[in-house]
């Protein structure tokens, strides 16, 4: 069982940047594959970002490739979201997730965190 806990969402000017964090209870938090998803109003979920159990393969959606950053820290149980140069369209709940299979695609994950806030004005 792996607890997921988001943080670092907040308001931000379009062209700024925000680093999202995911902080996962279980002792077996390196064994999982961790991806971040988004939702904005009235859109359906959206896959971002995934990172490999060891952080050697990333995989990123077309719409944030060369924007976001994902990475994952084992000793703080921690995978984080880098977003630089956010623009309005970016504007969503940003959901953290965790899945035991070993792969960096797909969208069929078995853990889910409840989810912080990103909203990007002009």
Do not use: H
Request: glycine share 14%; hydrophobic share 35%; with cysteine.
């Amino acid at each position: 069982q792996v607890q997921l806990v988001e943080s670092g969402g907040g308001l931000v000017q379009a062209g700024g940047s925000l680093r999202l964090s995911c902080a996962a209870s279980g002792r077996t938090f390196g064994s999982y594959t961790m991806g971040w998803f988004r939702q904005a109003p009235g859109k359906e979920r959206e896959f971002v970002a995934a990172i490999s159990w060891s952080g050697g393969s990333t995989s990123y959606a077309g719409l944030v490739k060369g924007r976001f950053t994902i990475s994952r820290d084992g000793a703080k149980n921690t995978v984080y979201l880098q977003m630089n140069d956010l623009k309005p369209e970016d504007t969503a709940d940003y959901y953290c997730a965790a899945r035991v299979s070993p792969a960096i695609f797909g969208t069929d994950y078995d853990y889910w965190g409840q989810g912080t806030q990103v909203t990007v004005v002009t």
